[in-house]
């Protein structure tokens, strides 16, 4: 008898991430941590401060994860996995990968003065910001992570945000740290491959994930992926690696660049624009891919 | 070994006694020298450890908070401001049962800056789960930190090696510097019950409901009252083992004394000094000087004071809206006896205002002049 032919994998199959986790549908941030333990493995410690997945890992007695956590403060995620490598060498432990798991606001807001210090020092550790443009956990306020034009509790509709998302990756690429990669859960074996590829190398090691947040931008949940997809598309969140602060790297080269229109369309969170914010809008990511594009180009 | 050091350097050489691995500090004035030598320490592997050179104080207690839960022995030091900045993490440590061991350089709050000594810094952090240990003397403070890693990783609860600034801080003495092979069999490497390790993966500090948080902080509680006679256990091993007992308080010609002074920190040698000085001159007074305010020695003061005829307690601190709070500690103490002397409490010295024999013995006068306290609150040597 023929052999059934079975289709080849492009990610593990292990899961350390478990069912019965307390994340809402369609949460691009349960995707992320799914990916990234793929690449990274069992032999994983996390440090979780205030964010969404302080609540999706399952309530004390619970976790939903087959790797140790700690709970830390908001603003300390980098600090304390700092601490826990320097602590996991000193008992004799080298191997295990160290990481900080946070959400924007934990990582561009509260958590940068902490971030910049682990990224100074070049701490051995692999600091995970999965981005999902707001406070979500707290119920949808403005961080320096949301976008122009975005809809949250703490900026209705006649006050939207009115300032651009703060750029995380330049910051950290003035650190010069290593490794820099923006990657998003549409892609997955582009999230693996980056994790993989930060587990390998030594020093502080920064991934910057796109998670859309269906609760928090008013989207379907059945849209998640398909918002994580259009916003590389569109290059208003272009998937691009930076080593050691200077070489840039297009990871996903778009070729017929989308407009933002169809993508704003689709979430509550920018139903209030008019088309000539809209157009502002485009014409500054327009802007920023030229500026990104510019120092790919001055990198080869 | 006996060495001349400063009280900063003692701190410095309980850590690396104590074999400290991983320290995580940021410099404040008065505490500097405290990380300075440490670094040099370490750079020069006398003491094998590593040191996180954090961004802020903050930092600095998130890094020994990580340090420890993944199984290290873990010290800092700071002061004041930088205490202050911890405060979050303070609460981080003890609840997450983590015993890391601090030093505080005890410096007055800002503003106007001070860099001079007294005990708001750390008395205000006096509910957050911590041990504290008020030391006199540079011995006092280099026996006291390895003390107290013994008693914090046995209780699972953190500690405050506290020192005044610059009266201790930067004062040199001669200091008995143990054996490390004795140090060791002193204090065994810590072994916690549990880690933050891949081979046995937990999570740590989730979400807690209100089914089980009660008893999280109730537990806290019940090992925080074991700790007074751990101590004491604990100071008669070193006693044994080094010739210095190491308890909760220390009484001077407290038995037949008429006055006691209750003190804390540096003044509670100056007291002694004013206690010799009255006792020639026919007072009978004493002095207690309260080394650990966490957990507060009930029955030791209760003890010690029961049969004065007047306490006065000596305050460098204020609870604003309330009295000094060593003065609150004994007043509760002594709550509900049958007999208990009246309480006089006196506040001195805030901001570095010298501490003299002489402000003991406007004290004592101010005491044996009245039959019990008509003010809430004396003031000594402040300019109305």
């Known amino acids: 008898m023929k052999k059934p032919r079975t289709m080849k994998l492009s990610l593990p199959e292990e899961e350390l991430v478990g069912s019965g986790n307390l994340a809402c549908q369609g949460c691009g941030a349960t995707l992320a941590m799914r990916y990234v333990l793929k690449a990274l493995g069992q032999r994983t410690v996390l440090c979780i401060p205030a964010c969404c997945w302080s609540v999706i890992d399952g309530p004390f007695p619970h976790s939903c994860l087959d790797v140790p956590v700690y709970h830390c403060a908001f603003e300390t995620a980098a600090s304390t996995a700092s601490g826990v490598k320097a602590g996991l060498e000193m008992v004799g432990d080298t191997e295990t990968t160290v990481v900080a798991w946070a959400g924007d606001g934990g990582t561009f807001d509260i958590g940068i003065q902490a971030l910049s210090g682990a990224a100074e020092r070049n701490d051995d ?96 949940p059945e849209d998640s992926i398909r918002l994580a997809r259009m916003v590389v598309q569109n290059s208003i969140f272009p998937l691009y690696e930076i080593e050691n602060g200077e070489k840039y790297t297009l990871s996903i080269k778009v070729k017929d660049k989308k407009p933002i229109h169809d993508y704003l369309k689709l979430q509550g969170r920018f139903r209030h624009l008019t088309e000539d914010q809209i157009k502002f809008m485009q014409e500054e990511v327009d802007k920023n891919w030229a500026r990104l594009l510019r120092k790919v180009e001055s990198s080869d | ?256 004394a008429d006055i006691i002074l209750v003190t804390s920190g540096t003044a509670g040698y100056t007291a002694r000094v004013a206690v010799d000085e009255m006792r020639k001159g026919g007072i009978k007074a004493g002095n207690l000087r309260i080394k650990v305010f966490r957990p507060f020695p009930f029955e030791h003061v209760r003890r010690i004071v029961k049969n004065a005829k007047k306490v006065a307690v000596v305050d460098r601190n204020i609870s604003y809206g309330h009295h000094g709070m060593f003065f609150q500690e004994v007043k509760s103490a002594l709550y509900g006896q049958d007999k208990s002397p009246p309480v006089f409490g006196f506040i001195a010295g805030l901001g570095g205002r010298d501490i003299t024999p002489s402000t003991f013995k406007e004290i004592v006068d101010i005491t044996l002049s009245k039959d019990k306290p008509e003010e809430e609150i004396i003031w000594i040597g402040v300019k109305r």
């Not at chain 1, 692999?126 to 703490?154: H, K, L």
């Not at chain 2, 405050?160 to 065994?188: C, G, N, R, W």
């Open chain 1, 125 to 220: 550790i692999i600091y995970v910001c999965y981005d999902n443009e707001a406070y979500m956990n707290t119920g949808i306020q403005r961080s320096s992570a949301t976008p122009f034009g975005a809809w949250t509790t703490t900026t209705p509709v006649k006050h939207f945000k009115n300032r651009p998302k703060k750029d995380i990756d330049a910051i950290m690429a003035a650190h010069r740290i290593p490794y820099i990669a923006t990657a998003s859960i549409a892609y997955a074996e582009d999230v693996y491959k980056k994790a993989k590829k930060a587990k390998d190398i030594q020093g502080t090691r920064f991934l910057h994930i796109y998670a859309p947040c269906p609760t928090g931008w008013k989207s379907r």
């Open chain 2, 1 to 256: 070994m006996k060495k001349v050091i400063m009280g900063n350097h003692a701190l410095s050489y309980g850590a690396m006694l104590a074999r400290s691995q991983v320290i995580a500090a940021y410099p404040i004035t008065p505490q500097t020298q405290v990380v300075e030598l440490l670094s040099e320490m370490c750079a020069d592997k006398t003491l094998d450890a590593k040191f996180i050179k954090v961004e802020s104080e903050h930092s600095a207690m998130a890094a020994c908070i990580g340090a420890s839960v993944a199984g290290a022995r873990t010290f800092t030091a700071t002061s004041s401001q930088g205490l202050a900045l911890m405060h979050e993490m303070l609460h981080w440590a003890s609840g997450g049962r983590l015993p890391v061991v601090m030093g505080d350089i005890n410096r007055s709050m800002g503003p106007g800056w001070s860099i001079w000594t007294d005990q708001n810094d750390s008395l205000s952090e006096r509910d957050t789960g911590w041990m504290q240990y008020y030391c006199a003397s540079n011995q006092e403070v280099l026996d006291t930190v390895i003390q107290a890693f013994k008693v914090s990783e046995r209780l699972a609860i953190p500690s405050m090696v506290i020192l005044d600034a610059f009266a201790l801080s930067h004062t040199y003495e001669v200091v008995d510097i143990p054996d490390q092979a004795k140090v060791d069999a002193y204090l065994p490497p810590f072994r916690p019950q549990v880690r933050l390790t891949p081979d046995d993966p937990h999570a740590f500090g989730g979400l807690t409901s209100p089914e089980h948080y009660f008893e999280l902080r109730y537990k806290l509680q019940k090992d925080m009252e074991k700790a007074p006679a751990l101590i004491e256990e604990t100071g008669r091993e070193y006693e044994k083992m080094f010739g210095r007992y190491l308890g909760l308080v220390e009484d001077y010609l407290c038995e037949d």
